[in-house]
């Protein structure tokens, strides 16, 4: 029936809505409790970024000044926008043969859009997403980063 | 109790026994003036810092908390910005009325205030028509904002402007009717005689279920009238960029807003005195020392008081809805509220000539 | 020396006119309405004046909250309505003259003929006597015009109806 369909409209309507201002209403009484800002940067020294979150390409280097990669440039080949540019150099083995190593693993920061693809692609584990997110510099071209460090070998046994 | 009627009659006789008649008036004038200019930039700071604490709070986010303790000047620091900033007049656009729009917008907001009885025995003017008053006066709003969406040359600003216009139009019709009931269970137009027919308790009490619908209606109609979210059309965001004040920058773009927030205070004040008794304390019908105690607090106290508890509902709804689209906003008016509150009214008729309120 | 009340009157007669004049000159079609506007809150702060308080906020509901409303809805619904409409020529601008003064000097005589003399009682403005005499069938009632307005109304609003509506699709019985 016709009266009935619209009183039960008017009803849902009127139901639903309070149901919400009841969600709202709760968010306002407890927003001490619930509020999630970040006070940012006063709490630079506290602040907890969440896991998911993606900052940077970083290469973890041990104690030794060595890193696991081995110039193999799966990542270079798995990043969608040329952000990873490998140059390699071959290296005497102490065995007198010669071996494929890195010179420089160049890091194009501003291309990047920390789509993970170049850490799952890595198969000795060498890069890894890091969490830190303040990028900004005066100069673009200090964006161009060398991921190894200088005089860095790679890790024994990683092949 | 603590009436301020004694001030301004002192104030009155001291105008009139030092000055000739016509001056005492024309000073009067600028008295209440001054009073309503000086209401109008404080509603404007404390109210724009509420809807952003509001909102704030009902985002889990902290809300201001910069600009002074706990954030309390931010709006101060804004005023500051929007005066420093240049007002600009579009080159297409019609330059008288793109500059008189927002004053006509601000001027009827004033105008609305005349008859509002903010505390026992304080009004500018006690108009037998009141309530018919504020009705009349504020559908002359709609032209400002017609104006301003026409002049900007500009097609956000006349879409957000014909949106709001249909939008005002429409809805002042359920606001009008839920005014009614009111004025058919008190016998009166005027706020004085509003007020003192609830001596023994709010209209929302005594009149029961025909009251608290056209409370409910009253409510979301005034909220459909100041343009505000869920049925913020005329300036949706998202749609028109801002709609009707679009092209408007630095003061003129101030008032506007001001006008808005001022506009919210009077429809909250509106209902505060229909429903809920205006500066009329708490009082439950025949039980003298409870009503005596409640006549302890001022009378500005429960006026101001009841007033921001409604604009506190209307923030809720604000930031609790999602925007209604056009053809909703219709739909709604004419189909639901429009219907209900003409059978609400005849319900109302019934009680009143029954004798069914208490 | 005028009374306050003597040049309240005057300034709003001025107002009146000066925004008449304007609604019938200007050349952008909108300008005009808003002058119209003008003109019609000018009358009803002479009712305001006349403390006939309900009659100048009826004014301001009706003409201003409505009917001009309208007008403006119009214009902004009509083509090139922002463009300045072009100069009207001499003859026409003469007649037009010649109409208005003899409108005026009609009224003028009319108004001096009947000679207009001041109330002695006082005047009781009050809504609910309004009331009464709206829905009062006696000597001076006026329930029969009330109605037949609302008869008037309620077919105007039936032939919108009946011109808004769609047409639903009859089922072909066969």
Not at chain 1, 15 to 40: D, P, R, V, W
Not at chain 3, 131 to 154: Q, R, W
Request: glycine share 6%; charged share 15%.
């Amino acid at each position: 029936m016709f009266i009935k369909e619209y009183i039960k409209d008017v009803w849902g309507a009127i139901s639903s809505l309070l149901k919400g201002m009841k969600l709202t209403g709760y968010y306002f009484m407890h927003h001490n409790k619930e509020a999630i800002t970040e006070q940012y940067p006063d709490n630079r020294k506290t602040l907890k970024m969440a896991d998911r979150f993606r900052g940077e390409v970083v290469m973890p280097h041990d104690e030794n000044n060595e890193h696991a990669c081995t110039g193999c440039t799966a990542c270079e080949l798995a990043c969608p926008n040329g952000t990873i540019k490998i140059i390699t150099k071959m290296e005497p083995t102490p065995e007198g043969k010669k071996k494929k190593a890195i010179d420089t693993f160049v890091y194009r920061l501003e291309l990047c859009t920390m789509c993970n693809l170049c850490v799952e692609a890595c198969p000795t584990g060498a890069i890894k997403m890091d969490q830190t997110f303040e990028h900004s510099v005066f100069d673009r071209r200090l964006l161009t980063k060398k991921l190894n460090k200088p005089d860095s070998k790679v890790r024994e046994g990683v092949e | 109790m603590f009436s301020l009627s004694h001030i301004t009659d002192l104030v009155n006789a001291w105008l009139y026994q030092q000055f000739p008649p016509t001056l005492a008036l024309l000073l009067q004038f600028v008295i209440v003036g001054i009073l309503v200019i000086t209401l109008f930039s404080i509603l404007g700071l404390v109210l724009i810092m509420m809807e952003r604490r509001v909102a704030a709070w009902m985002q889990l986010r902290l809300g201001p908390n910069r600009v002074g303790p706990r954030g309390m000047f931010q709006t101060v620091a804004d005023t500051v910005k929007l005066i420093m900033k240049e007002g600009m007049t579009p080159n297409g656009a019609d330059k008288l009325m793109f500059n008189l729009a927002p004053y006509i917008v601000m001027m009827v907001s004033m105008v609305i205030m005349a008859p509002l009885m903010f505390a026992d025995g304080f009004q500018i003017w006690d108009i037998n028509i009141g309530v018919f008053f504020i009705t009349a006066i504020s559908s002359v709003s709609v032209i400002g904002i017609l104006m301003a969406g026409w002049a900007s040359n500009n097609k956000y600003s006349l879409l957000g402007a014909m949106r709001s216009g249909a939008q005002i139009v429409s809805y002042e019709l359920s606001a009008g009717l839920s005014i009614i009931t009111i004025v058919i269970l008190t016998g009166s137009l005027q706020v004085s005689e509003i007020i003192a027919a609830q001596q023994t308790g709010w209209w929302i009490f005594k009149g029961h279920i025909p009251v608290l619908i056209s409370f409910v209606i009253f409510i979301i109609a005034v909220t459909a009238e100041t343009n505000r979210a869920p049925f913020d059309l005329a300036e949706a965001e998202s749609e028109l960029t801002a709609g009707f004040h679009t092209e408007y920058s630095g003061m003129k773009f101030a008032l506007f807003f001001l006008a808005e927030y001022v506009n919210i205070f009077v429809v909250c004040a509106i209902g505060a005195t229909l429903f809920l008794g205006g500066w009329m304390p708490f009082h439950i019908g025949s039980w003298e020392s409870f009503n005596h105690i409640m006549d302890y607090i001022p009378s500005s106290v429960w006026f101001f008081g009841k007033t921001f508890f409604l604009i506190f509902v209307i923030m809720w709804f604000r930031w609790t809805f999602p925007r209604l689209r056009i053809d909703q906003l219709l739909n709604l008016e004419w189909k639901y509220l429009l219907p209900i509150s003409m059978f609400n009214l005849i319900l109302v008729t019934l009680m009143a000539i029954m004798g069914w309120h208490f | 020396m005028m009374s306050l009340d003597a040049i309240f009157f005057y300034i709003i007669s001025a107002f009146i006119l000066l925004m008449g004049i304007l609604a019938v000159t200007t050349r952008k079609i909108f300008r005009s309405a808003i002058y119209l506007l003008g003109s019609l809150i000018g009358i009803a702060g002479l009712y305001f004046w006349l403390e006939v308080e309900f009659i100048a906020a009826v004014q301001i509901v009706v003409y201003v909250g409505g009917i001009v409303v309208l007008i403006i809805f119009s214009i902004f619904l009509t083509q090139q309505s922002g463009k300045e409409m072009p100069r009207t020529n001499l003859s026409r601008n003469i007649f037009s003259l010649l109409a208005v003064i003899a409108g005026f000097l009609l009224s003028c005589s009319l108004i001096h003929q009947y000679g207009f003399e001041a109330g002695s009682q006082p005047f009781d403005n009050a809504v609910s006597r309004i009331g009464l005499y709206m829905l009062n069938t006696g000597k001076d009632g006026f329930a029969l015009p009330f109605e037949a307005v609302s008869i008037l109304l309620l077919a105007a609003l039936i032939g919108c109806i009946v011109i808004a509506m769609k047409s639903v699709p009859t089922k072909s019985t066969k």
